[in-house]
Structures are given as C-alpha cells and as structure tokens.
C-alpha cells in the first residue's frame, strides 16, 4: 500500500504534466487516444466523484452553519460571475454555437475537486474550499441547467431536463454512494483515499484523452481561439475570486480559497454535459476538455505564487 501512496503522490504532484502530455499526444496523434469511447466520459466522471465523496464526511457540512457568509457569497460568486464571463467572452470572440455551448456549459458548472487539490498546495483553507465545492455541487442540478438556458436559448435548443438528469446520476448519486461508504466502512476507505490523486488524474487523462483525439481536425481549425477563451475565463474567475474575498474582508487563508474555488470549474462535468445535452454539436465537448488541461497549469503555477505569499506572512 506505501508504493501506491508513493505512487499517488507523484501523480498528484506532476498531474499538470501529465495531463499536459495526455492532451498534446491525443492532438498529434489521435490514434493514441481514439480508443477511449466518448461513452465512457459519463463513467468515468462518476469515478471521480465517488471519490470525491469517499473524502467527505458528515462533519464536513457542519460549516454550512457556521459559517454560511462565506458560502453563501461563495455560491453567488461562482454562479453569477463565471456564467457571465463566459458570456461574455463567447460575445467578444464571435464564437459558434457549439463553442457558444461548450464555454457556457463550463461557466455554469460548479468548482471541481481539483480546486480542493490546489487550496492544499496554495496553503489556503481547505475547509472553506471543501464546502464550497460540495455545497456548488448539490446546487448544480438546479441552476447548471437553468443558468445555461438563460444564456443559451437564442443560441441553441437547451434540454434542461436532460442536463438536470445527468448531473443528479454523474454527480450526485456517485457523491452520496462515497459519503454512505465512508461512514460505514471508514477504515478501509481511508486506505483507498490514498490512491485517489492516482485514480482521478487517471480518469481526467482518459476525459481528455477521448474528446481531444475524436476532435482533433477542428481543434486545429479553432483550437487557439478557445484556448484563448478558456484561458481568459480562468484567470478572470481567479482574480474576481481574489477581488471579491478580499472586499468580503476575508482572511489571507479564505481568500486563497475563495478564489482558487471560483476560478477553476468542474471541467469534466462541463465535458460530459456537452456530450448529453449537445450530442449534435462535436465541438461542445472540447471547451470542456482544454479547460481540463489548463487549470491544472494554471492551478499549479497559482499554488506557487500563494505559497510565497504566505512565506511573506509569516516573516512579516
């Protein structure tokens, strides 16, 4: 068991390169990559969401109540700001419908579990994190759907009911299926807690893998205008996150939180929406997976830059 934590480990610490090179592979060689069936998104988002609840437990809510200002604006912050962003940029850059699609889906969707990964490395309050992913994510069913019909019904015909349904069987269900496990069989739950950075950067390699390498010629055709979208959207929602914490008067540790949880977006979910929601427009899933390659870049060079900050705390 100490090999596959030392191994999960090194997943965890280089998870932006690996991603990296799953990504850069699929695009220059498809092949590689082909072989992941689309179908398989559903599945393996579900994986990383089991996961995600296997590392929650009940005390984790207890927050909610205790401190609900933080996520409360947290909650308004990540579904008012981020979806307007994203509609925003998709105005600004004249993007199509299907890109339109996919850039909105990403705007509408919650915080993912690697917002939790990159507050542990920013040294920023995990807590806060935590329960904003988890209480953004219980929200999703309701307004991920509703939002994106709001901003895409001129666009594109949204099936509501159909984004509600997958987010309640890919996200919920699996979130819930975690939690009940760890709380009935914690010990052994703790031992698999350890191999989940392995797992789950595993499973956003295959998510990535799959959408690049099936649409590879149209990512070439338009791959750095979205790249330039997605990155854009990224780093807006970091510093509006960062800007917002701090007008809230939040501590150093919060605001790093804060903005870390608002600024990256549950990509994968964002992917196999556009799959669902969208199955006639390819390009809807690809926003999705390039935000996945980037805000593990990002992410990480972030965690590098609160870091230092909080060296200067502590000298000052």
């Given at each position: ?42 599945y393996l988002l579900m994986i990383i969401m089991f996961g995600m609840g296997i590392t929650l437990k009940a005390e984790d809510f207890v927050m909610i109540f205790t401190r609900p200002k933080d996520i409360i604006f947290g909650c308004i912050t990540q579904y008012t700001l981020m979806p307007a962003i994203a ?230």
């Open positions: 068991m100490e090999k596959i934590e030392k191994i999960s480990e090194e997943f965890s610490k280089y998870m932006a390169v690996i991603v990296l090179i799953i990504a850069a592979l699929s695009l220059l060689i498809p092949s590689s990559a082909i072989w992941i069936k689309t179908s398989w998104i559903n509609f925003g940029l998709s105005i600004a850059f004249h993007l199509d419908a299907a890109l339109t699609a996919g850039v909105i889906l990403v705007g509408t969707c919650p915080g993912g579990t690697a917002s939790n990964v990159i507050t542990y490395f920013s040294k920023g309050d995990i807590a806060l994190s935590v329960c904003m992913t988890s209480v953004n994510t219980l929200l999703a069913p309701i307004l991920t759907p509703l939002i994106a019909y709001q901003l895409l019904k001129t666009t594109v015909n949204v099936d509501i009911l159909s984004i509600f349904t997958s987010i309640i069987t890919v996200i919920l269900i699996p979130i819930i299926m975690g939690v009940i496990i760890n709380k009935l069989f914690y010990q052994y739950s703790q031992k698999f807690i350890k191999a989940l950075p392995m797992v789950s950067t595993i499973a956003i390699c295959m998510i990535v893998g799959s959408v690049v390498s099936h649409n590879s010629e149209k990512i070439y055709t338009s791959g750095f205008v979205i790249l330039a979208v997605v990155i854009l959207h990224n780093l807006f929602g970091y510093l509006f996150g960062f800007i917002t914490a701090k007008m809230l008067k939040m501590t150093p540790k919060k605001i790093k939180a804060f903005s870390i949880e608002v600024g990256m977006q549950n990509s994968g979910l964002a992917t196999s929406l556009a799959a669902t929601a969208f199955p006639s427009l390819a390009m809807a899933t690809v926003p999705g997976a390039i935000f996945s390659v980037w805000h593990n870049i990002s992410g990480a060079l972030l965690a590098g830059i609160y870091k230092n900050w909080e060296c200067k705390e502590n000298k000052s």
